[in-house]
């Protein structure tokens, strides 16, 4: 056959399917207001928020190579500019969201600047130390609480809605479409130019760098853009709690370790993976999180089994089998007289 009789796409038919399901997934998602009650509007919001920070961590991770243990601070940093910003400044709360991601990303790029002259395990112990340096400093600022924290105060919240039902409506749409953005702005980059650098450079970083390709610029343009999302989404975080403290802001478990799980055991350099592995982890937390310590103890043995029984998690498995792609990055060659049918 000639090279005529191929055509190049990207779209699958699981695909189409995906997108199909997932909007009417959406519409669903949207009026739970009025179908579910608040504990469940909670969680729900909670889950939303933790796939938002998987799938940053993610996008360094898996895709930039940049493997760090100190995205806490960013939360952190997020959380307490809400607080900083609506207090002392009175910003509206929607703004100041906004404008804790802004002012993350100016504080990245120093930071970025000192890292990116680490590797390796040095680069991830550096990104902690970062983190704890954070969480010093705040602790030191008294009118923030200084280590015993501080509440948003009640005018403030009240600014979002009157009403605490609206309010709590309100929260989880912002959840939701922290979200929805946040995977939609990863499949989109990844999808451009700079994602195809930046698939090259985690494929190899020597061949990419041969062929010309800017990996410090790229990997800068990663951590700066991940840092200033992961901080909106922690000003979310702690909208929702309406209390703030440092070592709930930048706490090491439950805004690195536990988005690590999520990301591991669904999937790294993926983006359907840490989606599999937020519904398996809140799964496990429900059901376990009675038990106390043996809930601890059985989120580490689903880890090393996983790990052990598929290396690229629960979708890398489910995708080398059946050849799934629900957000096609790839490229796929198809048959002009069998169009629209998948082909390798």
């Known amino acids: ?25 959406l519409v669903i998602l949207f009026l739970a207001p009025w179908w579910a009650g608040r504990a469940d509007m909670r969680l729900m919001g909670e889950l939303f928020l933790y796939l938002a920070l998987a799938s940053l961590w993610n996008l360094m991770a898996g895709y930039a190579g940049l493997v760090s243990v100190g995205q806490q601070a960013y939360v952190g940093f997020g959380g307490y500019m809400l607080f900083a910003s609506t207090i002392f400044l009175g910003i509206n709360p929607l703004v100041a969201i906004v404008f804790a991601g802004f002012l993350a990303a100016l504080v990245s790029v120093p930071v970025a600047i000192l890292m990116f002259r680490l590797r390796g395990a040095y680069f991830a112990i550096g990104t902690w130390v970062v983190a704890e340096v954070f969480r010093l400093c705040f602790a030191q600022v008294s009118s923030l609480g200084g280590g015993s924290g501080t509440s948003l105060p009640v005018g403030i919240v009240k600014s979002l809605a009157s009403e605490r039902a609206m309010r709590e409506a309100l929260s989880y749409w912002l959840a939701l479409g922290a979200a929805v953005i946040v995977i939609a702005a990863v499949y989109l980059f990844l999808r451009s130019r700079q994602g195809l650098a ?29 840092s200033a999302l992961t901080a909106m989404v922690g000003a979310l975080i702690f909208l929702q709690k309406l209390r703030i403290t440092p070592d709930a802001a930048f706490s090491v478990y439950d805004w690195t370790a536990f988005v ?85």
């Open 1 to 25: 056959m000639n090279i005529q009789d191929y055509t190049v796409s990207r779209s699958t038919r699981a695909a189409r399917v995906a997108l199909v399901v997932t909007a009417l997934l």
């Open 198 to 226: 930046l698939t090259a450079i985690r494929d190899n970083e020597l061949a990419a760098g041969s062929l010309g390709i800017d990996i410090w610029r790229n990997k800068f343009i990663v951590y700066v853009v991940t």
């Open 260 to 344: 690590i799980f999520i990301v591991v055991i669904g999937g790294i350099g993926t983006i359907e993976g840490p989606i599999i592995g937020t519904l398996v982890f809140f799964a496990l937390r429900e059901t376990l999180a009675d038990l106390g310590t043996v809930y601890l103890i059985v989120l580490g043995f689903v880890a090393i089994v996983i790990m052990l029984r598929a290396p690229r998690g629960i979708w890398g498995l489910v995708r080398s089998r059946y050849d799934l792609e629900f957000f096609p990055l790839s490229y796929r060659v198809h048959l002009k007289a069998a169009k629209g049918q998948d082909g390798n």
